[in-house]
């Protein structure tokens, strides 16, 4: 998955944008932090969907400043960007704040259908997750303390948490979904189910 491709093309799918303006979006929302994502990866994204014709730049001129390129997203970019949003979703194996980027990109960009079933195939491994790491931890209450790593039982608790909330945050996200709430948020062009 290009994180890098999916953040531009989501600012894109938005609205035209210059890639300063997408730049200092990225770096008011610190997503170099929590994305792993470096500004000049942004900028080399730009270039390279360019050329495979998912954005399409234009040089604007306003008033005496210099000329700039305002990048609009094809239709080509949006089907491509629903594809790396979907595979986000559907990879169970991804670091959780991946999988939470690609959910904070799906606005306009796949189907109710599609990121109904996403959501309840992370909910279906979530909870077989929840399973195995309560039989992980058993096992090491068997061991001494010195087989045992720092800090496990906490560690372990930390993640027990961190999943039960995220089945219930997901649980109530679907359920708004079921009701209605964001039927103004799915990609309605057919590109999804």
Known sequence: MSKAHMIVLNFLNRRPMYGYQIGQIVEQQR?????GVKLAAIYKSMQNMEQQRYIKGEEQREGNN???TV?????KGREYLR??????????????TDWWMALSMARNSISKADLLESLEHRL???SKVKMNKCKESEHFKETNDVDRPFMFEEA????RLWIKDEIKVLENLKQAINE????GCFDVSGGGK
């Open 83 to 96: 594809q790396l949003i979907k595979k986000a979703l559907d990879d169970v194996n991804s670091f959780p």
């Open 180 to 183: 209605g709430k964001y039927d």
């Open 31 to 35: 997503m170099p932090a929590w994305s």
């Open 156 to 159: 372990m608790n930390l993640g």
């Open 124 to 126: 279906e491994h979530l």
């Open 71 to 75: 990048y609009k997203i094809t239709a």
């Open 66 to 68: 210099p000329p700039r």
